[in-house]
């Protein structure tokens, strides 16, 4: 497994950049993904649903899907694809130090 | 590497739930990838946004090859309403929505939707008969047009 090097921590992920150990995820490694896949600033929200999706992980071994996120009041469906652009179940799940998103929904 | 898809716009051309949840699925699965994504209803598919009909579609135990259910089985008054009801529920469990709510999601993931001008004039309907999600009436001129330098999947 490739090791990458986030300032002054190394992790190690998949092909995809997904980490492969929850255990080795910090918040400065949630911040410097997030930096590149576009998103400069971890707001309140993103974390909000960072720490929804990894404790849904912990219980369940998968990622939320949207619309469990939608549901459950974390954010609504409209705010995830504004706060996370371009792909929001996959990159939060990157962020938040999760498997890639298996689902099709 | 190979160039990604950036754009689709899918025709749903069927009613009843095998006809509207493909085209469905795979709408707001290109939105949750980033690709831009249209949907065009068309015909029977165009169940899926009437307001009336959205939350009543079921799907077919009669010429259906697809249940593997003998016609006469498939024909006793409530078995559609059954086997919808069966298949909700394991759609449920997957998160997989209803189509009213899927039809709000895949608007709020950012799909736009759109109903075919020909089969609303031929069933005589207005734009009010449609639910809010709905962009616009269009002919399929306009699709092409709205289609442009993407992909067209016809479902």
């Known amino acids: 497994m490739p090791q990458k090097q986030y300032g002054n921590a190394s992790v190690e992920v998949d092909a995809e950049g997904f980490l492969t150990n929850p255990a080795e995820w910090t918040r400065e490694v949630a911040a410097a993904i997030a930096k590149e896949e576009g998103i400069a600033d971890l707001l309140p929200a993103h974390w909000k649903v960072i720490e929804y999706m990894q404790k849904e992980f912990k219980e369940t071994g998968q990622a939320p899907t949207i619309r469990r996120i939608n549901k459950t009041g974390v954010v609504s469906t409209k705010e995830l694809y504004e706060l996370f652009p371009g792909g929001p179940a996959k990159k939060a799940a990157k962020i938040a130090g999760l498997k890639k998103p298996e689902g099709c929904v | 590497m190979e160039e990604r898809v950036t754009k689709v716009s899918i025709v749903i051309s069927k009613g009843g739930l095998d ?20 949907l065009f209803f068309t ?80 069933f005589k309907l207005k734009k009010e008969d449609f639910c809010p999600q709905v962009e616009a009436v269009i002919n399929v001129g306009k699709f092409y047009e709205i289609s442009a330098g993407g992909h067209i999947i016809f479902t």
């Open chain 2, 19 to 38: 006809g509207v949840y493909p085209g469905l699925i795979m709408a707001n699965g290109a939105r949750m990838e980033g690709i831009e994504a249209n």
């Open chain 2, 43 to 122: 015909f029977f598919g165009l169940d899926a946004i009437i307001r009336k009909r959205m939350g009543k579609i079921k799907i077919a135990t009669v010429g259906n090859p697809g249940m593997h259910m003998p016609t006469l089985l498939g024909a006793i008054p409530g078995m559609s309403a059954m086997a919808t009801s069966m298949m909700k529920k394991t759609m449920d469990k997957l998160d997989i929505p209803p189509v009213p709510e899927f039809i709000e999601m895949v608007h709020d993931a950012g799909a736009k939707l759109y109903a075919c001008k020909a089969t609303v004039d031929m």
